[in-house]
């Protein structure tokens, strides 16, 4: 036998052996790849709330950790100081970047640097909420994230998840957060096993509706738009197009997001046809 096949062997049976003596989140790190995020739907009263545990809804930019490397949701790296990642446990994880409710804005100036400026990193939390390991139901997943990040710590710590009793139990926990300037609140299926890709077991509920979409063309505008951007034309994961004209400030109708860019959009509900009523632009996806 070569020394290469030897040497897969080798590998072979020392990966069966750990899984036979690990816990399942670490058997499942160690075949793993690089993390990939589990999305969130809506959430229409699909299951038992119950059955989940809910978190706040961070507004802030998603990253994953694969224990070496911080990327945004997209594959691409974070351009973040040694000092931010240097401190980051070697385990994969899944959260948001966040400089505290309303300051989106200033948190993307922050990330959207390709020289960091470490001083203003040191403000940027990283919002745990998942470890990104296939197989592994999501409190165990919350369990193991428990262990090894310590509360209030930095720049990664635990977001905190809790249980609710019932719909109208969680109905006024989204409005604390909300009247405190949150986005509103996520809920994980605690028995669910990490999938990557939009999930069935996540859920997000906000008092406004939103989702993201991929330009696909540019309406011209009229009047007082005259020359500049009327309308995006926007198509989302399904296929479904529309238009996207309100929102839009002067800046972008001069510049608008090219075609082939993501934009996330706020909606009420949706048409019988599936479209979303009264959709308004929210923002340009830049760097992730």
């Not at 040694?82 to 385990?91: C, D, G, I, M, V």
Request: proline fraction near 6%; aromatic fraction near 8%.
């Amino acid at each position: 036998m070569s020394s290469t096949c030897t040497s897969s062997a080798r590998r072979f049976a020392l990966l069966a052996a750990a899984s036979t003596v690990l816990p399942r989140w670490a058997a499942a790190a160690a075949t793993s790849a690089a993390p990939l995020p589990e999305l969130a739907s809506a959430y229409r009263d699909q299951i038992d709330v119950a059955r989940c545990l809910v978190s706040e809804k961070y507004d802030g930019v998603r990253a994953l950790w694969d224990g070496r490397t911080l990327r945004h949701r997209s594959g691409r790296v974070v351009a973040a100081p040694p000092s931010f990642l240097e401190a980051l446990p070697r385990e994969p994880l899944d959260g948001e970047l966040w400089l505290g409710r309303g300051r989106f804005d200033a948190l993307s100036a922050i990330v959207r640097r390709l020289v960091p400026d470490a001083v203003a990193w040191s403000s940027v939390r990283y919002m745990v909420f998942d470890q990104p390991v296939a197989a592994v139901a999501f409190d165990e997943r919350l369990a193991r994230l428990a262990a090894i990040l310590p509360r209030g710590g930095a720049p990664a710590e635990l977001a905190p998840q809790w249980r609710v009793g019932s719909r109208a139990a969680l109905e006024r926990e989204l409005a604390r957060i909300v009247a405190g300037g949150g986005e509103g609140v996520v809920l994980h299926v605690a028995s669910a096993p990490h999938v990557a890709g939009r999930s069935d077991a996540v859920f997000k509920l906000k008092p406004a509706l939103d989702a993201e979409a991929r330009v696909v063309g540019h309406r011209r505008g009229s009047g007082r738009y005259g020359g500049q951007l009327g309308a995006l034309e926007v198509e989302t994961e399904d296929g479904r197009r529309f238009f996207l004209g309100s929102g839009l400030s002067d800046a972008e109708r001069r510049d608008p997001p090219p075609i082939g860019s993501q934009v996330t959009y706020r909606y009420r509900d949706l048409t019988s046809n599936g479209l979303p009523r009264f959709a308004t632009f929210v923002r340009r996806h830049e760097e992730w």
